[in-house]
């Protein structure tokens, strides 16, 4: 084999093995970022589903509660608290 295609295969080699490095350290990122992601409840719009199919003694429950803990956070706010110490 002449000495250009030698360059040629190990520039290939070379090039296979950075795309699968590549590939990977996405891989373990995306499952890294998965894992340290914190998981909150659920979110407002599920809340607003379950609202509606609800009786209205536990719409006008859950309206009170929401009202509590917005009051809550709004009082932690202002004194400097942080929200999630609050809820609990």
Known sequence: MAREDLAILYFRDLMGALIWTLAVGAVIWAIVMMIRTPKR???????????DLQ???KQ????????????RRKDAQSSGEKAEDVDR
């Open 55 to 57: 009786p209205r003694d």
């Open 60 to 71: 006008n429950a859950m309206e009170t509660i929401i009202e509590m803990r917005s009051e």
């Open 41 to 51: 409840g659920s979110g407002a719009a599920s809340l607003t589903a379950m609202h």
